[in-house]
């Protein structure tokens, strides 16, 4: 049913005609574009059409904070290459989504954030109005493209252009600035129907031009010790197919980036994720395939990297400013993912040499013996558990369900099961991402179950979890089939820090002792577990995959077993200076 408003009030004072307004034709231009679900926080001037949107038949998903909601959109952009929405009110919910939009842009991962906004003509002048404040000009320079509308008849074309500069390119955030007014404006149904603008081919085919392609082959033909990184550009990019018949056919081996991990399987013969840092040194052409060159990557250079200007690289990015952005790129390959990689294996023809066999059976020794080093730490059923004995229980399940969606945060608790636990599918593994920011978790975990309908494993650090932990509600509320373990080690990093100044206050990164987590979700009707081994844990994970009820299991981990800040700690500076 269309949702043109047929108001008789209305439509007495403007001569009989149909009208439409802003509400209606905000649902109606989201509607023909596609948008199936909205992830948002009900307020002024947005409640109502929270309701109408829902009435419309688009499922409105209402959490308890505005940031939750938006890094459910963010994650939903990139699970399905379409524009997630987010929705809220004014002022302070606009900037509680903020942050979402932003790190959303940092991820090139494509969502709207929509913002309901107070009385231009008093903002403008500050005049004291409700929830004020210019939202355009502090959205503007955390995103990709910010737009406000003024007219209900420009709605059509405003949602067009937000939808557009979210997926095209590089993908990101937008902001779409809606103010209170507009969503009650009144036109004519007619006139407003046909303002509407169904986006065609919102993200074009970028093709590589065929000298990039050949110069990148000849660099990686010309290779003694080869590599392919997928980053999660790749993963967004969705050419699994094109991917493995490059690397397939190549035979160099492949290091998934955190959100690639699954693009091939981590067990794949080709995969060195277990010879990670072997392959950065050693190796002599690097071919980057949607991963940017960041600190993740140590900006590619420095210790990590070898011998100083030892590498040529080669760089697959729909974003030609990506190019030399930390080191020189011998070979751009400028396009989108599967347009390029095509382009590339086309290339390859039928008879492109193997990748020299000293270096892939030195890279497949090592990746064995690291493996082999590893595996005895993963089969430790103790009390306490510490944090390889509690992943190698969640390795299994992984394992065991690789459909479902493995979501982690966390410090010790997101480097180790990165390393720990292989994916089998591309886009399985969702993370902390670009920002190694803290509060994706119930967000992400809310969006992967509704968007993919599989189940969700969201493996979080205990103080991670406290970032997003109120989503529980709202993850019963909806009867997800979500299952949370809290690895609990009573704080940030170890839980064993002490105040140095004595007195009552704690140490600042320590919790509560042995809180019980598992109680918040007994709260809102779902099932709590309290495990203290990892046959425990296995057992309480698969009971809850199982039946898909939202379960919170609190896994008590050894506090004294983590490092501070992860597998990081290089990044974290300490004081020197030791006052007397
Ligand atoms: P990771 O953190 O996994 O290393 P990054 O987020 O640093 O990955 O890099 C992702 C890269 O992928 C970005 O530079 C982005 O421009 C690029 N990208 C995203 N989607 C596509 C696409 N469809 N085609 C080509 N490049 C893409
Ligand atoms: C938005 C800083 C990085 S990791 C972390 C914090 C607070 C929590 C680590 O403790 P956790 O994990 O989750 O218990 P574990 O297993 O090591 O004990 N605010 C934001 N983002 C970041 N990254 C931080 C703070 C941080
Ligand atoms: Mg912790």
């Given at each position: 049913m269309s949702a043109t408003a047929q108001s008789t009030d209305a439509n007495a004072a403007a001569g009989e005609q149909d009208l439409t307004d802003g509400f209606h034709l905000v649902i109606d231009a989201l509607k023909l574009n596609g948008v199936k679900t909205i992830y948002?926080?009900?307020?002024?001037?947005?409640?109502?059409?929270?309701?109408?949107?829902?009435?419309?038949?688009?499922?409105?998903?209402?959490?308890?904070?505005?940031?939750?909601?938006?890094?459910?959109?963010?994650?939903?952009?990139?699970?399905?290459?379409?524009?997630?929405?987010?929705?809220?009110?004014?002022?302070?919910?606009f900037l509680n989504g903020l942050t979402a939009l932003a790190n959303a842009t940092t991820n090139c991962f494509p969502m709207i954030l929509i913002s309901g906004s107070s009385e231009r003509e008093i903002v403008d002048l500050a005049q004291g109005d409700y929830e004020e404040m210019d939202q355009l000009a502090i959205a503007k320079p955390l995103c990709k493209a910010a737009f406000r509308v003024l007219h209900a008849a420009d709605i059509g074309i405003g949602i067009a252009r937000a939808i557009r500069a979210a997926v095209s390119g590089r993908p990101g955030g937008v902001y779409l600035d809606l103010p209170a007014k507009l969503f009650s404006q009144v036109m004519n149904a007619d006139a407003g129907a046909k303002s509407l603008v169904k986006v065609v081919d919102a993200a074009p085919a970028q093709i590589p031009a065929p000298a990039a392609v050949k110069r990148a082959l000849e660099v990686l033909k010309g290779a003694k010790r080869p590599l392919i990184i997928l980053g999660k550009g790749a993963a967004y990019a969705q050419a699994d197919d094109a991917i493995r018949a490059l690397v397939e056919r190549s035979g160099i081996p492949f290091l998934p980036m955190s959100m690639a991990k699954g693009l091939l399987p981590d067990t794949h013969p080709q995969c060195a994720?277990?010879?990670?840092?072997?392959?950065?040194?050693?190796?002599?052409?690097?071919?980057?395939?949607?991963?940017?060159?960041?600190?993740?990557?140590?900006?590619?250079?420095?210790?990590?990297?070898?011998?100083?200007?030892?590498?040529?690289?080669?760089?697959?990015?729909?974003?030609?400013?990506?190019?030399?952005?930390?080191?020189?790129?011998?070979?751009?390959?400028?396009?989108?993912?599967?347009?390029c990689v095509s382009a590339l294996v086309d290339g390859m023809g039928g008879n492109w040499p193997a990748a020299p066999a000293d270096w892939t059976g030195a890279v497949k020794a090592k990746r064995e013996e690291n493996v082999a080093k590893m595996a005895p730490r993963l089969m430790k059923n103790s009390a306490p558990?510490?944090?390889?004995?509690?992943?190698?229980?969640?390795?299994?399940?992984?394992?065991?369900?690789p459909d479902a969606i493995l979501v982690n945060e966390g410090a010790n608790t997101l480097d180790l099961a990165?390393?720990?636990?292989?994916?089998?599918?591309?886009?399985?593994?969702?993370?902390?991402?670009?920002?190694?920011?803290?509060?994706?978790?119930?967000?992400?975990?809310?969006?992967?179950?509704?968007?993919?309908?599989?189940?969700?494993?969201?493996?979080?650090?205990?103080?991670?979890?406290?970032?997003?932990?109120?989503?529980?509600?709202?993850?019963?509320?909806?009867?997800?089939?979500?299952?949370?373990?809290?690895?609990?080690?009573?704080?940030?990093?170890?839980?064993?820090?002490?105040?140095?100044?004595?007195?009552?206050?704690?140490?600042?990164?320590?919790?509560?002792?042995?809180?019980?987590?598992?109680?918040?979700?007994?709260?809102?009707?779902g099932v709590g577990v309290h495990v203290t081994t990892p046959d425990e844990l296995k057992r309480a994970v698969d009971a809850a995959m199982d039946s898909g009820k939202p379960t919170l299991i609190n896994a008590a981990i050894d506090p004294t077993a983590g490092s501070e800040s992860g597998r990081i700690g290089n990044l974290n500076p300490q004081s020197v200076v030791k006052k007397k």
């Open positions: 948002g926080v009900p307020g002024i001037p947005i409640t109502d059409f929270g309701r109408m949107a829902q009435a419309a038949g688009i499922r409105v998903v209402s959490f308890r904070h505005e940031q939750h909601a938006g890094n459910a959109a963010a994650i939903a952009g990139f699970l399905t290459k379409r524009p997630g929405i987010c929705l809220t009110v004014s002022a302070p919910g994720g277990a010879a990670r840092s072997t392959v950065l040194k050693d190796s002599d052409v690097v071919m980057l395939i949607g991963a940017r060159l960041n600190w993740l990557l140590s900006h590619g250079k420095g210790k990590t990297w070898g011998a100083p200007h030892s590498k040529k690289f080669i760089q697959i990015d729909i974003e030609p400013r990506e190019m030399d952005s930390n080191v020189e790129i011998v070979a751009p390959v400028v396009g989108d993912i599967g347009s558990m510490d944090f390889h004995g509690a992943l190698g229980a969640l390795r299994t399940v992984i394992k065991e369900r990165r390393g720990v636990i292989d994916m089998y599918q591309p886009r399985k593994r969702l993370d902390v991402g670009t920002w190694g920011v803290m509060g994706i978790g119930m967000g992400f975990a809310i969006a992967a179950a509704i968007e993919t309908g599989k189940p969700v494993l969201a493996v979080e650090g205990d103080s991670a979890f406290g970032f997003s932990g109120m989503e529980v509600e709202t993850i019963c509320r909806y009867k997800l089939p979500v299952c949370i373990v809290v690895f609990n080690n009573n704080g940030i990093y170890r839980g064993t820090d002490v105040n140095a100044a004595g007195g009552s206050d704690p140490a600042t990164t320590v919790f509560v002792k042995d809180s019980r987590y598992d109680m918040m979700m007994q709260a809102f009707g």
